[in-house]
C-alpha cells in the first residue's frame, strides 16, 4: 500500500482500538452491575425463603397432631424384625432434625422412645 492507503488504514485502526476499548469499558461496568444484581438477588431469595417458610400451613399444626402423624413412621407388628429395629432406632432422631419445634414434640412424646 501507499503512503496515503497507510495514513487511512492507521485512522480506522485508532478509531477501531478507541471504540474497543468503549466497549471493553462498558462491558466491565455491565459485567460488575450484574455481579451486584445476582448478589442482591440471592440475598433477597434467601430472605423470601424465610418468610415463606414462616407462612407455612405446617407451622400451624398443634403439637398433639404431629406427634400422632410422627408415631407413623414408627413399624407396625407386621414389620420385619430387621426393618422394625432400624425404623425404630432412627426415626425419633430423624424428627428431631428437622427443626427445633419438632425436636421438642418429639423428645416429649414417650410413645416414640418406648417400644
Known amino acids: 500500500p501507499e503512503e496515503a492507503e ?12 478507541a471504540r474497543l476499548a468503549v466497549l471493553e469499558e462498558g462491558i466491565v461496568e ?18 423470601h425463603e424465610e418468610d415463606s417458610a414462616i407462612l ?3 407451622r400451624r399444626v398443634p403439637p398433639e397432631i404431629l406427634a400422632e402423624i410422627f ?3 414408627l413399624p407396625g407388628p407386621d414389620d420385619g424384625f430387621a426393618l422394625a429395629g432400624r425404623k425404630v432406632k432412627h426415626s425419633p432422631w430423624i424428627l428431631g432434625h428437622i427443626c427445633r ?15
Not at 497507510?6 to 482500538?17: K, M, V
Not at 455491565?30 to 430472605?47: P, T
Open 71 to 73: 408415631s407413623w413412621t
Open 56 to 58: 407455612s400451613p405446617l
Open 6 to 17: 497507510l495514513d487511512s488504514i492507521r485512522s480506522f485502526a485508532s478509531t477501531t482500538r
Open 30 to 47: 455491565l459485567e460488575d452491575r450484574l455481579k451486584q444484581l445476582q448478589s442482591e438477588r440471592a440475598a433477597l431469595k434467601a430472605l
Open 101 to 115: 419445634r419438632w425436636r421438642a414434640i418429639a423428645l416429649s412424646t414417650p410413645s416414640l422412645w418406648s417400644l
